[in-house]
């Protein structure tokens, strides 16, 4: 059974705005059947609602400047057109377009009021941009300079550094110059000090070496003397043995004098004159 229905556009004031209206003009039995439906099938009051929405998209421009608000207009319609429909939910479901208008009324108006916010925030935030660029470009100036400051500063280290090396060779061959000047004039000092002052860790020995010199000359001496004693009575007695000798000689030291028991001269020469014999060769000192 086919179902008659009349669907209309009309236009009324509401707020100032002219507003597009969804209208159906059905009867109670038709209204019934258009709601609803059987199983698998899609009610009749769906269909057109939809074919509504479809349509009056088409008609909006996506680049208009009220696009949103436009095609937020197409499906305030269709639920007021559905609010209408449901007799029973109809108190309620106008309660929450109402809430939802209002926010939504609400939202726009806070919105109006921070558009003059936003376009102070673009201005600034557009002026803090330039600012940063500028200060980024001086900045960037700054660390240049510096860099090269900074170069130069190494520069003049590394050749200070480098002065600083030649002073101290130049000073270490100074003091090493002087130190050497110091060692030769204390090496000529000890020189000449040790030719005048024997050093006293070898006066002892020296001493030593002298007394057992001393002792030994004094052991020659006394042969010495005994053979100038023997030699010069051989001489004047040519014809006396050799034990002859030895006791005249023994006789001879048998009265020592002041000399360390060598036999005296004056002795020697009453031996020598008894002998017959005139002289006496010089006594070897």
Same mark, same amino acid.
């Given at each position: 059974?086919?179902?008659?229905?009349?669907?209309?556009?009309?236009r009324?004031?509401?707020?100032?705005?002219?507003?597009?209206?969804?209208?159906?003009?059905?009867?109670?039995?038709?209204?019934?059947?258009?709601?609803?439906a059987g199983?698998g099938?899609k009610p009749?009051?769906?269909?057109?609602?939809?074919?509504?929405?479809n349509?009056?998209?088409h008609?909006i421009?996506s680049?208009?400047p009220t696009?949103?608000?436009?095609?937020?207009q197409?499906?305030r319609?269709v639920?007021?057109?559905?609010i209408?429909?449901?007799?029973?939910y &109809?108190?309620l *479901?106008?309660?929450?377009k109402k $809430? @939802?208008?209002?926010t939504l009324?609400?939202?726009?108006g806070q919105?109006? %009021?921070?558009?003059?916010?936003r376009?102070?925030?673009?201005?600034?935030t557009e002026?803090?941009d330039r600012?940063?660029?500028?200060?980024?470009?001086?900045e960037?100036?700054?660390?240049?300079?510096?860099?090269?400051?900074?170069?130069?500063?190494?520069?003049?280290?590394?050749?200070?550094?480098?002065k600083?090396?030649a002073?101290?060779?130049?000073?270490?061959?100074?003091?090493?110059?002087e130190?050497?000047?110091?060692? &030769?004039m204390e *090496?000529?000092?000890m020189?000449? $000090? @040790?030719?005048?002052v024997?050093?006293r860790r070898?006066?002892?020995t020296? %001493?030593q070496?002298?007394?057992?010199?001393l002792q030994?000359?004094?052991?020659?001496?006394g042969d010495?003397?005994?053979?100038?004693?023997e030699?010069?009575?051989?001489t004047?007695?040519p014809?006396?043995?050799?034990?002859?000798?030895?006791q005249l000689v023994?006789?001879a030291?048998?009265?020592?004098?002041n000399?360390?028991?060598?036999?005296?001269?004056q002795?020697?020469?009453s031996?020598?004159?008894?002998?017959?014999?005139?002289?006496?060769?010089?006594?070897?000192?």
């Amino acid at each position: 059974m086919s179902i008659d229905y009349k669907m209309t556009l009309s236009r009324h004031q509401k707020k100032g705005k002219k507003e597009k209206v969804l209208v159906l003009f059905l009867s109670n039995q038709q209204q019934e059947s258009y709601i609803c439906a059987g199983p698998g099938r899609k009610p009749q009051l769906l269909m057109h609602l939809e074919s509504y929405v479809n349509k009056e998209l088409h008609t909006i421009s996506s680049h208009e400047p009220t696009f949103q608000e436009l095609k937020l207009q197409v499906y305030r319609d269709v639920f007021g057109c559905f609010i209408k429909e449901f007799k029973t939910y &109809q108190p309620l *479901l106008s309660d929450i377009k109402k $809430e @939802y208008e209002n926010t939504l009324a609400y939202l726009q108006g806070q919105i109006r %009021e921070l558009e003059p916010l936003r376009s102070r925030l673009r201005l600034v935030t557009e002026e803090c941009d330039r600012k940063i660029q500028a200060r980024w470009a001086e900045e960037q100036a700054e660390i240049g300079a510096l860099k090269r400051e900074k170069q130069q500063l190494q520069r003049l280290i590394e050749a200070m550094r480098e002065k600083e090396k030649a002073m101290e060779a130049v000073l270490a061959l100074k003091v090493c110059r002087e130190d050497l000047t110091k060692a &030769q004039m204390e *090496l000529t000092r000890m020189k000449a $000090e @040790y030719w005048v002052v024997v050093p006293r860790r070898n006066w002892d020995t020296l %001493e030593q070496t002298h007394r057992q010199n001393l002792q030994q000359l004094k052991t020659l001496q006394g042969d010495f003397d005994q053979l100038k004693i023997e030699a010069a009575l051989r001489t004047a007695f040519p014809l006396k043995s050799d034990q002859e000798i030895d006791q005249l000689v023994a006789s001879a030291q048998s009265e020592p004098d002041n000399s360390n028991d060598t036999i005296s001269s004056q002795r020697l020469h009453s031996l020598l004159a008894e002998s017959g014999v005139a002289t006496l060769p010089p006594a070897l000192e």
